[in-house]
């Protein structure tokens, strides 16, 4: 009797971590993020994948370090959400590492005003806040 529970007990520790990081990989946040660049400081994100403010800044972070080779400074929202100027019919933030007039920093991650500053330092970051999140963005030419 002893040896049937032992085995059952045994084959149960076994499978269940394994069932756990299948299902881990399952809720992994994916997000591909396309990014027009306007000009040498300015670059438009466009939502997709049903991002928000915390994956927006982080793009915005990533573009600006892989893309415009930019390591320090600060990240300005120079248009806030809105409709997309790349994409009709998409919403998007327009974002640039010149100073804009209005700048204020805030505490949240959101994407909605004109003027809102986080460091580049800091955008990027939000990248690696959560382990679960994986973020991918795509340059784009008009």
């Not at 997309?84 to 959101?110: D, H, L, M, W």
């Amino acid at each position: 009797m002893f040896r049937p529970i032992l085995a059952l007990a045994l084959g149960a520790a076994i499978f269940v971590p394994t069932l756990g990081a299948a299902q881990e990989e399952v809720r992994r946040e994916r997000f591909d993020i396309p990014i027009f660049p306007i000009d040498a400081n300015t670059f438009e994100v466009i939502e997709n994948d049903g991002a928000g403010g915390t994956q927006m800044w982080c793009a915005a972070g990533i573009y600006t370090r892989q893309f415009l080779g930019q390591r320090g400074g600060s990240i300005y929202i120079q248009a806030g959400r809105d409709n997309s100027r790349a994409i009709v019919g998409r919403k998007s933030v327009i974002f640039t590492t010149q100073a804009v007039e209005g700048a204020f920093s805030s505490t949240s991650q959101g994407i909605r005003r004109t003027g809102q500053v986080f460091s580049m330092a800091h955008a990027y970051a939000l990248c690696r806040g959560t382990p679960r999140l994986q973020i991918k963005i795509r340059e784009n030419r008009l």
